[in-house]
């Protein structure tokens, strides 16, 4: 079964510093990979999404994530968070057998002015 | 461009009743699936709709059913509604692999 592990409950940065949110897989054959933010009240946006390709991927909001497939890693990253990223942040992957996303348990985001 | 809709955003509703949600893709989006959302935790699937038919079902009851009308819309249907059911459902619609998320409606049971 596919799977992902967000091991941080919540991240603490401050305002200006770069930001690393972590996100492990375990998949069988190529992964379809996903972040996604949700702020308090609302749906999910989506943020970027690994195919194939490069393993640097670029996103939304000044967003990327790193690809590594020795160590199952799809970690997000920000070079200078701001205290609007403050959110809950979700790894995801595709099952693409009936298209459906399996959802890590989310990373709440808390950036300090 | 429109994004995914939802209708109603909130709802309160008592054990035993039973709910219909609402959903509308982005347009073009021929993809509709649902998710639960309990407060604190991940999202979890319960369908996949594609052209009308039934793609995908999570590890939901027989309470739990949906359909997909001829412009993509659909709709989420509760029935026998128990406390545990309160959560916010969030309905993506999807061209390729990327799903898209509505606002969701977030169910009250009492």
């Known amino acids: 079964a596919q799977s992902v592990a967000q091991p941080e409950d919540q991240v603490n940065v401050a305002e200006g510093n770069p930001l690393t949110v972590k996100c492990t897989y375990s998949?069988?054959?190529?992964?379809?990979l996903f972040w996604y933010v949700q702020y308090p009240n609302r749906g999910l946006q989506f943020l970027l999404k690994?195919?194939?390709?490069?393993?640097l991927v670029k996103g939304s909001y000044g967003f990327e994530a790193e690809f590594n497939k020795s160590q199952t890693s799809f970690h997000l990253k920000k070079p200078s968070a701001l205290v609007s990223d403050s959110a809950l942040y979700f790894c995801?992957?595709?099952?693409?057998?009936?298209?459906?996303?399996?959802f890590g348990t989310g990373t709440r985001l808390l950036v300090s002015p | 461009d429109a994004g995914v809709t939802q209708s109603p955003t909130h709802l309160i509703k008592t054990r035993g009743q039973h709910v219909t949600l609402r959903c509308s893709p982005i347009?073009?989006?021929?993809?509709v699936s649902w998710y639960q959302q309990v407060l604190g935790q991940g999202p979890q699937f319960i369908f996949q709709?594609?052209?009308?038919?039934?793609?995908g079902r999570g590890n939901f009851p027989d309470r739990f059913s949906a359909r997909q009308f001829p412009n993509y819309s659909s709709e989420l249907n509760v029935n026998a509604l128990l406390l545990g059911d309160s959560a916010l459902y969030l309905c993506?619609?999807?061209?390729?692999?990327?799903?898209?998320f509505g606002p969701g409606t977030r169910l009250l049971v009492l």
């Open positions: 690994y195919i194939t390709g490069d393993n």
């Open positions: 993506a619609s999807s061209l390729l692999e990327t799903q898209y």
């Open positions: 347009s073009g989006h021929k993809s």
């Open positions: 709709y594609y052209e009308k038919e039934e793609r």
């Open positions: 998949v069988s054959g190529n992964p379809y």
């Open positions: 995801a992957v595709l099952n693409t057998g009936f298209q459906k996303l399996v």
